[in-house]
């Protein structure tokens, strides 16, 4: 269970400034001891059945346009590389970094690990840090939340794995390759922030298309594999209507080994195998439309996940009850927002009172994900539920399409967000956001 690798980076220096340095995150190395491993203590007997299990990322060299160039471990747990250019990278040059690297997976049922049917392998390369108007973003893997900001590239990746294990991969595969003991992938993806894997001898795919997209299910046992993929095109057909068109050629959705619900990644979506045994369809079909959801608020449109990550829950939130309300009417959607939203922050905060910060706060604020979830999850919908009721359903639709067009393939703000909300209104919505954001909008 280990990844032998070497990266090649072509960086442009398209900021504002001259760079001494370039900073990558090498999230791999928060898994290496318990104490840093990025779950609270009620987690970890579900992340790690057989007992702890380190992974980390060792680096063996690091070359810039050929030329051997320091480089440093630093940050919290260890999980930022600092690569010291031997000279400065000016404003519009580009840099040729090669970084060869291995990766230690982890027994666990979680992002990055392995359990006893899926290989989980995503967060598992250097990835370049977001330079932005604050500088370098070096903030590490936190344990609440999804705690990732990243801009978009083009990935071609080559794999060799074991010839029995399948295979599903953000982008498309070129080709493959089979000897006697590995395949071999040529996995290309135009455009997207991220690359993710799953693996396992034990996939059973399925395959649909809906607008020109081909949907891909992969399960693990006989149960629901036929709702899995027709959730998928759903969620596809309904979301490609609402907000704009998803314009990748491919998205699979996988079942895995992983303690949550599920993860989204560019072009795949992490589903817990424990959804699919479940009797009632409610719960997968509710996950599933989620995470294929952030496809378009967070994939499409990124944000800083770190400090605003109501901006991408929120939305994927409310647009699952908006593919409820689209597949099963108003009166669905309706229960589901009382019953299950509305219900969890009030448990909530019946017994937490809500301090009143406002959806808005970075992962660093949260004492819980059970916090998190109930604020930014649940809070952050009803916040939209009271947008869409204040604007009228027209003028809502309207701001969150232009929202996903000016910011495909960018990383946009709540500032962004609430410019184009405000835009398309009739009301002014400043005091709206204010209130339920607890921020001052100039």
């Known amino acids: 269970m280990t990844i032998s690798a070497k990266q090649q980076l072509t960086f442009t220096n398209s900021l504002d400034d001259n760079l001494d340095s370039i900073y990558l995150h090498i999230y791999p190395n928060t898994f290496r001891n318990r104490g840093t491993a990025p779950f609270e203590e009620r987690e970890l007997t579900s992340v790690y059945p057989n007992g702890f299990s380190p992974g980390w990322m060792e680096i063996h060299n690091v070359k810039v346009k050929g030329d051997v160039c320091h480089y440093k471990i630093i940050g919290t747990n260890k999980t930022i590389l600092r690569i010291t250019l031997n000279k400065p990278l000016n404003i519009g040059d580009t840099a040729d970094i090669s970084i060869e690297f291995t990766v230690k997976l982890p027994n666990a049922n979680t992002r990055l690990g392995y359990g006893e049917e899926t290989v989980n392998i995503s967060n598992w390369y250097p990835i370049l840090s977001v330079y932005d108007t604050t500088g370098w973003n070096l903030d590490p893997y936190y344990s609440i939340g999804d ?15 074991p010839k029995d294990f399948s295979i599903a991969a953000t982008g498309n595969i070129i ?31 399925k395959e649909g298309v809906i607008n020109d997209i081909t949907v891909n299910s992969f399960t693990l046992g006989d149960e629901k594999k036929e709702e899995a993929l027709q959730y ?7 979301f490609n209507k ?9 998205i699979s959705i996988v079942a895995c080994d992983f303690f949550l619900g599920g993860m989204e990644y560019p072009n795949l979506v992490m589903i817990s195998k424990n959804l699919y045994e479940i009797e009632e369809d409610f719960p997968l079909e509710y996950v599933i439309a989620h ?6 608020w967070y994939g499409i449109v990124g944000n800083n996940e770190i400090i605003e990550p109501w901006l991408d829950e929120a939305l994927t939130e409310y647009s699952t009850l908006m593919y409820f309300e689209e597949k099963y009417g108003d009166h669905i959607k309706e229960q589901i927002f009382e019953k299950m939203i509305k219900a969890q922050y009030e448990n909530f905060t019946s017994i937490e009172p809500d301090k009143g910060e406002g959806i808005l706060r970075s992962l660093r604020e949260f004492e819980s994900n059970l916090e998190y979830s109930s604020i930014v999850y649940s809070k952050g919908a009803m916040f939209l539920e009271e947008l869409r009721n204040n604007m009228g359903d027209e003028a809502f639709l309207e701001g969150i399409r232009q929202y996903f067009n000016q910011y495909k393939y960018k990383n946009a703000t709540t500032l962004d967000f609430y410019e184009l909300m405000e835009a398309n209104s009739e009301k002014e919505l400043k005091p709206l956001f204010e209130e339920w954001l607890n921020i001052k909008v100039e």
């Open 175 to 205: 080709k493959m390759d089979v000897d006697k003991d590995n395949a071999t992938y040529w996995i290309e993806a135009d455009i997207v922030r991220d690359f993710a894997m799953v693996l396992s001898k034990g996939f059973d795919i």
């Open 147 to 161: 705690p990732f900001y990243s801009e978009m590239a083009i990935y071609k990746v080559s794999l060799a794995i």
């Open 291 to 296: 995470e294929i959801a952030h496809q378009w």
């Open 232 to 238: 998928g095109i759903d969620s596809i057909e309904i």
């Open 242 to 250: 609402l907000f704009g068109h998803y314009p990748y050629k491919q």
